[in-house]
């Protein structure tokens, strides 16, 4: 089923999240899987429609003040990034120990991000505030950029794709990891190297 983004769809897809299903919906990058984070089956369930095993889900959140649920401690490298480039396509950060261990794929690491844009926020929000976002397509496909391409993808296993319109960009997410030090880039996107070296350098911090 796919609904239009608005009041009906953040409700119906509450319920399914709430009930551990998975939906797919717009980030602020591409059309992303979204489910309970904190519910091993919901992450599991995430990763069986992808057909991957083994590699991190990010997550993203509604408001800055989510992140203390993921995340174990933010060291103040990780606050300082937050304050220049949240919201924004960057994701970073030490996961707690009592989250699905299927979310960080052994790593101790998590992904979260705090989207540019409103309405996905509004979503994340009404889902609970925090929602997992690995790109909704299967392992090895380019990632959906519109809800009939997540729909064509997935023809069983969504309980919705909420259709926020076509992705804004063709690149991905940026993932920092600032739990250890230097900080480390695991994937340029959006954000590029040289702008995060920009602001690392700024906080006395080189980037790795």
Same mark, same amino acid.
Request: aromatic letters at 4%; one cysteine or more; a negative charge.
């Given at each position: 089923?796919?609904?239009?983004?608005?009041?009906?769809?953040?409700?119906?897809?509450?319920?399914?999240?709430?009930?551990?299903?998975?939906?797919?919906?717009?980030?602020?990058?591409?059309?992303?899987?979204?489910?309970?984070?904190?519910?091993?089956?919901?992450?599991?369930?995430?990763?069986?429609?992808?057909?991957?095993? *083994?590699?991190?889900?990010?997550?993203?959140?509604?408001?800055?003040?989510?992140?203390?649920?993921?995340?174990?401690?933010?060291?103040?490298?990780?606050?300082?990034?937050?304050?220049?480039?949240?919201?924004?396509?960057?994701?970073?950060?030490?996961?707690?120990?009592?989250?699905?261990?299927?979310?960080?794929?052994?790593?101790? %690491?998590?992904?979260?991000?705090?989207?540019?844009?409103?309405?996905?926020?509004?979503?994340?929000?009404?889902?609970?505030?925090?929602?997992?976002? %690995?790109?909704?397509?299967?392992?090895?496909?380019?990632?959906?950029?519109?809800?009939?391409?997540?729909?064509?993808?997935?023809?069983?296993?969504? *309980?919705?794709?909420?259709?926020?319109?076509?992705?804004? %960009?063709?690149?991905?997410?940026?993932?920092?990891?600032?739990?250890?030090?230097?900080?480390?880039?695991?994937?340029?996107?959006?954000?590029?190297?040289?702008?995060?070296?920009?602001?690392?350098?700024?906080?006395?911090?080189?980037?790795?």
């Amino acid at each position: 089923m796919i609904l239009p983004d608005g009041a009906d769809a953040r409700k119906l897809a509450s319920d399914i999240v709430a009930a551990c299903g998975v939906i797919a919906f717009r980030t602020d990058t591409f059309y992303g899987l979204g489910a309970n984070p904190f519910d091993e089956g919901a992450v599991r369930a995430v990763n069986d429609l992808k057909g991957r095993d *083994g590699k991190p889900v990010l997550v993203l959140l509604a408001d800055p003040a989510d992140a203390a649920r993921l995340l174990d401690g933010t060291p103040p490298v990780f606050d300082a990034v937050a304050a220049r480039l949240w919201p924004g396509p960057l994701t970073v950060g030490k996961a707690r120990a009592e989250l699905p261990e299927l979310l960080t794929a052994g790593t101790g %690491t998590v992904g979260v991000r705090l989207p540019d844009d409103e309405d996905v926020r509004a979503l994340v929000r009404a889902c609970g505030g925090a929602l997992t976002a %690995t790109s909704a397509n299967p392992a090895g496909r380019p990632p959906a950029r519109t809800a009939r391409e997540s729909a064509d993808y997935f023809k069983e296993g969504l *309980g919705l794709v909420v259709d926020g319109g076509a992705s804004r %960009t063709e690149l991905p997410s940026t993932v920092l990891d600032v739990s250890g030090s230097p900080a480390r880039l695991v994937r340029e996107g959006v954000l590029s190297r040289e702008s995060i070296a920009e602001v690392l350098g700024g906080l006395g911090e080189r980037l790795a």
